[in-house]
């Protein structure tokens, strides 16, 4: 599992082009992009979103990026996203071989949000809907962004993509 997260000052999800609708929209906090890869468990996911929700790139007083969404009360809106396993290294369009079949994906995509919940609390995390074509507004805050994969994705051998 991997996930690129970027710091925002705000950011929202909309589905749906005809009857729009917010899935969800948070403030200072997080967008925690999600990808599944073939092969991740229910560990992976547990990891990532202690590492997430751990993560240090809030700054302190004096400035330095010290603090994590547990220290600032900031949220996090989590979004799935396959894409974040595209291999690039042969012609020009990716291929997603890498990316988990959808009921997995689903499910451990289920499990981050759920250990994100339990870590900031349901209010603090926002979410898009898995599956559907969604509109991301977000405000980079810095900008910051990082990508953090779980134990088992390190050692894969096949970061390159």
Known sequence: MRVLIQRVSHA?????????RITGAIGPGLLVLCGVRHGDTEADA???AGRVARL???????????LSLLDTGGEA??????????????????????????VLA??????????MRV??????????EF???????????????VTVKSK???????ESY
């Open 12 to 20: 929202r999800v909309t589905v749906g082009d005809t009857d729009p």
């Open 119 to 128: 870590l900031l609390g349901d209010r603090r995390v926002g979410t898009g």
């Open 56 to 66: 240090r790139v809030f700054e302190d007083t004096e400035g330095k990026m010290n």
């Open 152 to 158: 088992s994705e390190y050692g894969a051998g096949d």
């Open 77 to 102: 809106l989590v979004v799935s996203q396959f894409t974040l396993h595209a291999d690039t290294r042969k012609g020009n369009r990716p291929s997603y071989g890498h990316a988990a079949e959808p």
């Open 106 to 115: 689903e499910r451990l995509y289920e499990r981050f949000v759920g250990e």
């Open 46 to 48: 547990i990891y990532l």
């Open 131 to 145: 599956g559907a074509m969604m509109q991301v507004e977000l405000v980079n805050d810095g900008p910051v962004t």
